[in-house]
């Protein structure tokens, strides 16, 4: 008996230490929620030390960094920290041959040197404000609007209310200013957040991808990392320090806020914690919606990817200059792979589908106990959903992941084609002639500098060839028809053709497009519009198809919501992400991923020799940082014992949005910048894994050292609060 009442209360022990750092919270409510047991890890702030809707807090030195990743102010010059890969983008925009900022780096020595980025956004969160009952007001009044009772989850219906709310006339005395309503948990809650947008970002410093994406593609969603993944950009304004577009004028901006940075380091159980904008978790599925992500959409972009990556990876090696060209667009895919990968291991081994059947049957077992039959109803209309979509669910994500997203030139503009065809049948030449320069200009914004004919003509044999043998024949796009009809089943000739009679499929034929005569007839039955419009009219009926199932799915999950918020009380849970501001605490720990392996919490610069491969891509090392570590010129960064810290692992709860997160100590300073999730985890975004989710975050001191020692920029550290 006592040994059965010792294993009882070590699980439960487990269980709760397992699943204290799960969450990714709403700041308002930490003091109702998470606050105690922050401060039993380590804690050593109050909630409004973190938000403080009346005055300044941490929140204010926290920003979104473009429209996916977050970033942090560090210095009262508006200098803001961020992931190498959320400003790769933006430095492969700026590299050239002659200037290859991915594979040099760059480091602005005066604020004159420092590169605009056109686009560009950092965005402030000024206020939070929760709004359900105004919401639910305006639903009421307006429920002539909801014709499939859906509303309540249309952004462009909340975007209405939030600006209704705020009032015109404060948007408009407000320069960048904008306000958006998000719902929470399915509708069962709206929050209203104010916003600040800077336009005027520019790149300040980047490490060369040698550091800041060293291990690349083999060692992205892996722990031990040895990456240093940071980049620096600065926020400037008007001279009264209001949003505005790129101008000479403008100088740095003075922030609200800005954090302080710590080079104490950390240790094992140290407390962490993050802010962020993580972008989409799916705490809440049910089991049937387990098994739909597991074997539809992961496993066709697992299958699709691997065909895309192989033919661009080919060819990226052969040339350099199709190496900088396809950088981004390969990484971004991979990205996604790897994280499919890793979903579907932690679905089958942790049997998630049994995790939320058990909570659906919970749920079951309350609302017959409490006479709420409509919560049981919600879930067989979920499942009855789930089934009756699962064939219409599979070709979309075939055709998005095997042509939309595959194949560069299916994007071409149809609908310019169209009146184009038509201007040139009615004799409206001048028509003609400007819609011949409005599709060159459309075309040119996939067909750039990082555009290779040769490549995506490579590329697009292979996935068809993978991607006619998946799908029916008679599930095709229309004009996919000719492959049989014309070429005897053979999809290579189908490509070779499709780029030898297009107007855009090879230089002569553009040349002849632009200086030519044109016909309607041409247009109308050139091959790459063809199957480009062919594309299109297929995407749009599988939307139109699957779109019947839309409202009543989001309102069998909002009354299932209902039943869990209401069986558990309104703090139980946080919200799944939804790319708003939300915090993550947990500790600086390593894992055991396996039978007899263990990682430790912390790599260090030793880990970056050893796993130097100069015939490797993606894992050499600058020569600089090898004279550095030879020389053991680690300044005052290095450890205790005089090794030189790269990165560390930590418990937080993250998803994707979360790259360029802060890591703090318990006092609020920054130790490390979030950059990766290792693979064994990201089963988190659907239940969170304790034993193995580990947040990968670049450690603080090797950023430092690196603008330092590596790239000689002390005179940025000058700007900077460190103790």
């Excluded at 609200?256 to 140290?270: A, M, P, Q, Y």
């Excluded at 975050?697 to 002390?714: E, S």
Aim: net charge negative.
């Amino acid at each position: 008996m006592k040994k059965l009442f010792f294993y009882l209360s070590f699980w439960c022990l487990f269980f709760f230490t397992a699943s204290a750092d799960e969450g990714m919270w709403m700041l308002h409510s930490l003091k109702q929620q998470k606050l105690n047991d922050m401060k039993e890890l380590g804690l050593k702030l109050e909630d409004y030390d973190i938000y403080n809707p009346d005055g300044s807090s941490i929140k204010d030195a926290v920003v979104q960094f473009g429209g996916g990743c977050t970033g942090e102010v560090i210095s009262s010059q508006g200098l803001v920290l961020t992931n190498h890969h959320c400003g790769y983008g933006r430095i492969q925009q700026h590299s050239t041959l002659e200037n290859n900022y991915l594979e040099e780096g760059f480091w602005a020595m005066t604020k004159a040197e420092e590169l605009p980025n056109p686009g560009l956004t950092v965005t402030f969160i000024e206020e939070i404000e929760e709004v359900t009952g105004y919401v639910l007001q305006c639903l009421e009044r307006d429920r002539e609007e909801d014709t499939d009772g859906a509303l309540f989850l249309s952004p462009s219906y909340l975007n209405r209310v939030a600006r209704e709310k705020a009032g015109e006339k404060f948007l408009s005395e407000n320069s960048g200013t904008e306000v958006e309503i998000k719902p929470f948990f399915n509708g069962n809650q709206y929050y209203m957040f104010t916003k600040k947008i800077y336009s005027d970002i520019r790149l300040v410093g980047a490490p060369p991808s040698s550091i800041g994406k060293f291990g690349a593609d083999t060692d992205n969603w892996t722990w031990p990392r040895h990456t240093g993944d940071f980049a620096i950009f600065r926020i400037y304004a008007d001279k009264d320090g209001n949003p505005a577009g790129y101008s000479p004028g403008n100088i740095p901006l003075r922030p609200k806020r800005w954090l302080t940075i710590s080079t104490k380091g950390v240790k094992e159980n140290d407390f962490a914690m993050l802010l962020g904008f993580p972008g989409t978790t799916n705490k809440f599925y049910t089991s049937w919606e387990v098994a739909e992500r597991r074997d539809i959409d992961n496993t066709v972009r697992i299958r699709m990817r691997e065909v895309r990556q192989k033919a661009m990876l080919e060819e990226m090696l052969k040339d350099p200059a199709v190496k900088i060209q396809y950088a981004s667009k390969y990484s971004g895919s991979t990205n996604s792979y790897k994280n499919a990968i890793g979903t579907n291991w932690a679905i089958n081994m942790r049997n998630f589908e049994k995790v939320k059947l058990e909570q659906q049957n919970r749920l079951l077992k309350w609302a017959e106990e409490n006479n709420q039959p409509r919560f049981k109803k919600a879930l067989d209309e979920i499942e009855r959903i789930v089934k009756e979509r699962a064939d219409l669910r599979y070709r979309r994500w075939m055709l998005n992941e095997g042509i939309v997203r595959g194949l560069e030139f299916s994007t071409l503009a149809t609908v310019t084609a169209d009146k184009l065809a038509k201007a040139l049948e009615e004799g409206n030449q001048s028509e003609a002639d400007t819609l011949r320069a409005q599709l060159m200009k459309e075309y040119s914004m996939f067909a750039d500098k990082d555009y290779n004919r040769e490549v995506d003509k490579k590329v697009a044999k292979e996935m068809m060839r993978e991607y006619i043998s998946l799908v029916p024949e008679e599930n095709l796009p229309g004009f996919f028809s000719l492959i049989y009809s014309d070429f005897g089943g053979n999809s290579d000739r189908f490509v070779d053709f499709l780029f030898n009679r297009s107007l855009f499929g090879n230089e002569i034929n553009i040349q002849n497009f632009n200086e030519g005569e044109l016909d309607a007839e041409t247009i109308m039955n050139d091959p790459m519009f063809l199957f480009s419009k062919s594309v299109a009219e297929e995407s749009a009926s599988l939307e139109k198809q699957l779109a019947v199932f839309d409202a009543p799915f989001a309102i069998a999950r909002k009354a299932y919501l209902e039943g869990i918020l209401s069986m558990d009380g309104p703090y139980a849970y946080f919200p799944d992400a939804n790319l708003t501001l939300r915090l993550s605490y947990g500790q600086v720990k390593g894992y055991k991923p396996g039978d007899a392996i263990y990682y430790a919490h912390q790599t260090t610069l030793d880990g970056v020799i050893e796993k130097e491969d100069p015939g490797n891509w993606e894992f050499v090392v600058p020569a600089m940082l090898k004279k550095l570590y030879q020389e053991e010129d680690f300044g005052h960064y290095a450890m205790h014992n005089g090794n030189m810290p790269v990165a560390f692992a930590a418990t937080t709860h993250t998803t994707g949005g979360n790259s360029g997160s802060p890591v703090m100590n318990g006092s609020g300073e920054l130790i490390g910048i979030n950059f990766d999730r290792n693979w064994e985890g990201v089963g988190g975004d659907i239940q969170f894994l304790p034993d193995y989710q580990r947040s990968i975050i670049v450690d603080i001191r090797y950023v430092l050292f690196i603008i330092d020692k590596f790239a000689g920029a002390g005179h940025l550290l000058k700007e900077l609060d460190m103790n």
